[in-house]
Nanobody, 123 residues
Framework: VQLQASGGGLVQAGDSLRLSCVAS????????MGWFRQGPGKEREFVAV????????SYADSMKGRFTISRDNAKNTVYLQMENLKPEDTAVYYC?????????????????WGQGTLVTVSS
């Protein structure tokens, strides 16, 4: 599976942004899709995951209510809608795919990764 993330950019605190990740190469709905992020000087952290069918999601506690993950299997695309962005959301955001049954928060279980897209939130 090849993943291509896009949609990052420079925004102000309080703004919204939608990230996209397009997949190619394998049957998209066979994979649970996750978003992770890595801020400056920080370790990579889990953001959200959605089941292959789109029928279940899970979020990091700190992002519940502000971030929404969704997918369009007809377009082989997963999205991350981010609302009320804060400077601490500044990070490179990565999409990733895994073929397991769990809605995993563990990046080591993900098989495929996109290249990342940078989100910078100014105060």
């Amino acid at each position: 599976v090849q993943l291509q993330a896009s949609g990052g950019g420079l925004v102000q605190a309080g703004d919204s942004l939608r990230l996209s990740c397009v997949a190619s190469g394998r049957t998209f709905n066979n994979y649970n899709m996750g978003w992770f992020r890595q801020g400056p000087g920080k370790e990579r952290e889990f953001v959200a995951v959605i089941r292959g069918s789109g029928g279940g999601t899970s979020y990091a506690d700190s992002m519940k209510g502000r971030f929404t993950i969704s997918r369009d299997n007809a377009k082989n695309t997963v999205y991350l809608q981010m609302e009320n962005l804060k400077p601490e959301d500044t990070a490179v955001y990565y999409c990733a795919a895994h073929s397991g049954v769990l809605l995993s928060h563990n990046d080591r279980l993900y098989d495929y990764w996109g290249q990342g897209t940078l989100v910078t939130v100014s105060s």
